[in-house]
């Protein structure tokens, strides 16, 4: 069975400075791979997806994501972060029909 | 099209009692996926229902259980609540259940087990 490890459970970041969270995942067999944000007391929010094809996916509001499948990774990054960035962020691999999550990153964006 | 929506928002129960919490998906939708958030374990799923059929199952015991309505709602019901029940369960729908489709997550339903 599939497992996710999201390495950092927290990250503090300045507004306007860079940050990655981290993700691996335990198989390199064809996997789709997704990253959800959840904001206090609301459900989970796609915020990009890798299915197939460019390695490097992106989503509208200046995330982006690669997938690493020698290094079975598929971190997060955004080059300058706000305030409302501020929420859980989980990484999720498909296994057989159902997402497996990590456990999820803090991302405190502080002013 | 209005978002999924959960029933109850909020929910307090006894040990020993049962739950019932309701999940109405997109409209188009026809399947429906659960997931229990807890602190200590995460995000787990629970089990997906396509066209009234329940397509895939966790590692959950029997007293979790789930149906889907000919409207594709779906309702889950925990039995005899233990305290470690005390989470957040999520709903998602997709229009035909595959990992390919994004999964649309509800609000949840907060249950806390005295």
């Known amino acids: 069975a599939q497992s996710v490890t999201q390495l950092d459970s927290q990250v503090p970041v300045f507004e306007e400075a860079p940050v990655e969270l981290r993700c691996n995942y335990s198989?390199?067999?064809?996997?789709?791979l997704f990253w959800y944000v959840q904001y206090p007391n609301q459900g989970l929010q796609l915020l990009l997806k890798?299915?197939?094809?460019?390695?490097l996916v992106k989503s509208i509001n200046g995330f982006e994501a690669e997938f690493n499948k020698s290094q079975t990774s598929f971190h997060l990054r955004k080059p300058s972060v706000h305030i409302s960035d501020t929420a859980e962020y989980f990484c999720?691999?498909?296994?057989?029909?159902?997402?497996?999550f990590g456990q999820g990153t803090t991302l405190q964006v502080k002013p | 099209k209005a978002g999924v929506t959960q029933t109850p928002r909020y929910l307090i129960k006894t040990r020993g009692q049962q739950v019932t919490l309701s999940c109405s998906p997109i409209?188009?939708?026809?399947?429906v996926s659960w997931y229990q958030q807890t602190p200590g374990q995460g995000l787990q799923f629970l089990f997906e229902?396509?066209?009234?059929?329940?397509?895939n199952k966790g590692n959950f015991p029997g007293r979790f259980s789930g149906r889907q309505f000919s409207n594709s709602r779906s309702e889950m019901n925990v039995s005899t609540l233990e305290l470690g029940d005390s989470a957040l369960y999520l709903c998602?729908?997709?229009?035909?259940?595959?990992?390919?489709?994004?999964?649309?997550f509800g609000p949840g339903t907060r249950l806390l087990v005295l």
């Open positions: 998602a729908s997709s229009p035909g259940g595959s990992l390919q489709e994004t999964q649309y």
């Open positions: 198989s390199s067999v064809s996997v789709y």
């Open positions: 890798y299915l197939s094809g460019s390695t």
């Open positions: 999720a691999v498909s296994d057989r029909g159902k997402l497996i």
């Open positions: 409209s188009g939708h026809r399947s």
């Open positions: 229902y396509f066209s009234e059929t329940q397509r």
